[in-house]
């Protein structure tokens, strides 16, 4: 979401989608990083004001971590695989 924070949503996109393409064609639909992928595109698709098109990806990213990878510690720190950042 580096290009996102300047502000070059579009070009973002296109680089998320691609590489989304890529993951979900070599690690397959249920790896942490392809879940990873959704997040961001869906969270870069909240900040372009597309919620209808956010909702599926973040569900998706949402279904395969569960809330085991969302939760915070007793020390305040995330467990080492909360990779993935829903909203």
């Given amino acids: 979401?580096?290009?996102s924070h300047q502000g070059?949503?579009?070009e973002a996109g296109e680089l998320l989608e691609a590489a989304?393409?890529?993951s979900l064609k070599a690690l397959g639909e249920r790896d942490v990083r392809t879940a990873n992928l959704k997040s961001?595109?869906?969270q870069l698709y909240l900040l372009e004001g597309r919620p209808a098109d956010a909702e599926p990806l973040l569900?998706?990213?949402y279904k395969f971590t569960g809330p085991r990878f969302h939760r915070v510690?007793?020390?305040g720190s995330y467990p080492r695989r909360a990779w993935?950042?829903?909203i």
């Fill in 73 to 75: 510690s007793s020390t």
């Fill in 8 to 10: 070059e949503f579009k």
């Fill in 84 to 86: 993935v950042t829903c």
């Fill in 20 to 22: 989304l393409s890529t």
């Fill in 59 to 61: 569900q998706d990213a």
């Fill in 1 to 3: 979401l580096f290009r």
């Fill in 40 to 42: 961001s595109l869906g």
